[in-house]
């Protein structure tokens, strides 16, 4: 009796999140990466290592001239993913020629005018009549490059980011950490923080934990939080390391392995931005990005409306004010013509009494 009512109460909207799975499984996921920085900061090996793909190669290296002469381009690459049967249609946007000119005010613009484009197709695809098959572009993160040899951020970078953090989720990472000691990579950390902090820099923020997650989750929580700007080594090698085979970079002095943690933040980096972070990168682009160049783009909309409007009215107004004129002079017009008509009526008049006054005289004087 009890087994019964049991099923009864049994409902069956438990299978909602497994509903939901199987379609996004099947639908499979999107989402696009762009890399900014220098050339030579190791961007092409890092994201072959985090993907473990060889995304670039057919890259040709440009020689001296040809980077004196080149500008800041896009260079977009997309392959498919899949793992344990989940596709993911990976789009790296990279921006050869960045930081290379003397005059690098061109360089944020590409970066900027990109991201811009790309929500504004979002935008007109949402607004038209095919939007069951809509394809985002949008870019999800950003992972911006900043060079090991310096001392903080320069102007150059700082510039760009203030142009960027209200548009994209805005990742720092230090390239070729294995250049620098421990105690430098912490103070170089230090300094970049500093100078976010003071230029009011809005860098993506990890979502806090529930507090129904594990502690095993929040412990990794609390050092992801606490490596930001990672600092990372990238190598497309795999050594073989006292009969373990790990990815790295041989040196005369030892080999650096890129997924140890003492080593690197590369584990840390690639753990956010696609085992834990993904789809919370995917949600603040859609909600709070997108929404904002969404908002503007109504905004606009209204005001152009808006100004339309008004120059109709002023137009109409106008033509009233044009057609009352005319009227006007219509009125005068016939008000001249009727008071020649008046006249020439009296004039008429006057005429044939003066006609009929002769005639009479004529009559009296052959009577006498």
């Not at 507090?211 to 190598?235: M, N, T, W, Y």
């Not at 392995?257 to 696609?274: A, C, G, Q, Y």
């Amino acid at each position: 009796m009890s087994g019964e009512k049991g099923n009864r109460d049994y409902i069956g909207f438990a299978t909602l999140p497994d509903q939901v799975h199987r379609k996004s499984v099947k639908k499979g996921f999107e989402f696009t990466l762009m890399v900014v920085g220098e050339s030579g900061l190791g961007k092409s090996t890092l994201i072959n290592s985090l993907f473990l793909e060889d995304l670039y190669k057919n890259r040709v290296v440009p020689d001296v001239n040809e980077k004196l002469q080149k500008t800041t381009t896009i260079d977009k690459k997309t392959m498919e993913i899949e793992e344990k049967g989940v596709k993911v249609r990976l789009t790296v946007v990279d921006t050869p020629g960045f930081g290379e000119a003397i005059n690098c005010e061109d360089s944020w613009k590409v970066c900027v005018n990109y991201i811009d484009e790309q929500f504004r197709q979002y935008f007109t695809d949402e607004s038209g009549l095919n939007r069951r098959n809509i394809q985002d572009n949008r870019v999800h993160c950003c992972l911006y490059f900043v060079p090991p040899w310096g001392h903080s951020l320069r102007q150059m970078d700082l510039d760009l980011m203030k142009r960027l953090h209200r548009k994209v989720n805005l990742v720092v990472v230090i390239a070729k950490a294995d250049c620098l000691t421990s105690l430098e990579v912490a103070t170089l950390k230090k300094n970049i923080l500093n100078d976010i902090k003071e230029n009011g820099i809005q860098m993506y923020e990890f979502p806090e934990c529930d507090s129904d997650e594990d502690e095993e989750f929040k412990q990794q929580d609390r050092e992801l939080k606490a490596s930001i700007p990672f600092a990372v080594v990238g190598s497309n090698s795999i050594l073989e390391v006292a009969g373990r085979k790990i990815r790295g970079r041989q040196y005369p002095w030892g080999v650096v392995d890129v997924e140890n943690p003492k080593h690197s933040d590369f584990l840390k980096l690639r753990t956010m931005l696609i085992s834990t972070h993904m789809q919370d990168l995917k949600d603040v682009t859609e909600d709070v990005h997108y929404e904002n160049f969404r908002a503007q783009c109504i905004s606009q909309i209204s005001q152009h409306a808006f100004r339309e409007r008004g120059k109709l009215k002023r137009d109409s107004t106008a033509c009233d004010q044009e057609i009352s004129e005319t009227d006007r002079l219509l009125l005068q017009k016939e008000e001249e013509i009727r008071r020649m008509q008046d006249m020439l009526t009296q004039m008429q008049e006057k005429l044939k009494a003066s006609n009929q006054a002769q005639e009479g005289k004529k009559h009296d004087s052959i009577d006498v």
